[in-house]
């Protein structure tokens, strides 16, 4: 398994410097964030510069302020159309593929009004019409789509990885996949580990934090038994960091690669 960090945890002014870090710190790879407004695709000049010099970048984190699931049809075809571009700069240099939440911050059952204003039924309608065209964009061009289950507090639609496998089943299209996180599922799932084996078919990306959402080993997730499921499993995807330091990144991030590859 490759281990990459998100290009914000790094040191560095440009990519080229963040991945020097990066590489000597114990990771293979940069996870890259997509903003919106197109901004990833402004990006395209820089980033096949760092191609260019070697850098390693497989993977998108949206980093949008608004989501495929969002209630507003605007906003729902805005992230359509942004991730769309993300997916085809991604091509271009290379990579696998986009993640997605069904969305982010915008509605939880667990507060109030606790009701959203959307049936589960329409909720449902709509994040299949997104993954299904942005599925058969990624189709075309060798690349994946990938649906991340968030915690009931962030997201109230889609919160487990099987919620996530029902979708990408639905969309009958082999370029939308589940991306996990193992921070989300210690909330959500009752037994993470054999979540992860029932996901396995359709798990094509992990990201690494902690119980706390620090980085690993400041917590209590049981690590060695959630990379030995991944094994076990035949996952070929990475391990992507996305959490908060505790600690300096010149020693936190060193401390982390190490271990999680004491695992691996």
């Not at 969002?70 to 359509?80: H, L, P, Q, V």
């Not at 909720?123 to 060798?142: F, I, N, P, Y």
């Not at 690349?143 to 990408?168: D, F």
């Not at 996949?177 to 084996?197: K, Q």
């Amino acid at each position: 398994m490759r281990v990459s960090c998100q290009e914000q945890l790094l040191p560095g002014r440009t990519l080229q410097e963040k991945f020097a870090f990066a590489v000597d710190a114990g990771f293979d790879a940069i996870e890259l964030r997509g903003k919106g407004e197109r901004h990833f695709e402004s990006r395209l000049p820089e980033l096949e510069r760092a191609r260019a010099d070697g850098v390693v970048m497989p993977t998108v984190c949206v980093d949008m302020a608004h989501f495929i699931g969002d209630f507003d049809a605007g906003r729902r075809r805005d992230a359509i159309d942004n991730l769309a571009s993300q997916l085809s700069v991604i091509a271009q240099l290379g990579g696998t593929g986009v993640m997605t939440p069904a969305s982010w911050g915008q509605f939880s059952r667990r507060l109030p009004p606790f009701e959203p204003p959307r049936t589960p039924e329409d909720d449902r309608k709509v994040l299949l019409e997104a993954l299904t065209e942005l599925g058969e964009h990624a189709a075309g061009l060798g690349v994946l789509i990938m649906i991340e289950p968030l915690n009931r507090y962030e997201n109230h639609m889609v919160n487990s990885l099987a919620q996530a496998v029902e979708l990408c089943e639905a969309t009958g299209l082999a370029s939308v996949r589940v991306a996990g996180d193992t921070y989300h599922m210690n909330i959500e799932e009752d037994d993470p580990c054999a979540s992860l084996a029932a996901a396995a078919p359709w798990l094509a990306h992990m990201q690494v934090s902690e119980s706390n959402r620090n980085q690993p080993g400041t917590g209590h997730l049981d690590w060695p038994a959630h990379l030995a499921t991944l094994d076990a499993i035949g996952y070929q995807g990475d391990l992507a960091l996305e959490c908060r330091l505790r600690g300096e990144p010149e020693l936190a991030l060193p401390q982390t690669a190490a271990f999680l590859r004491k695992f691996l």
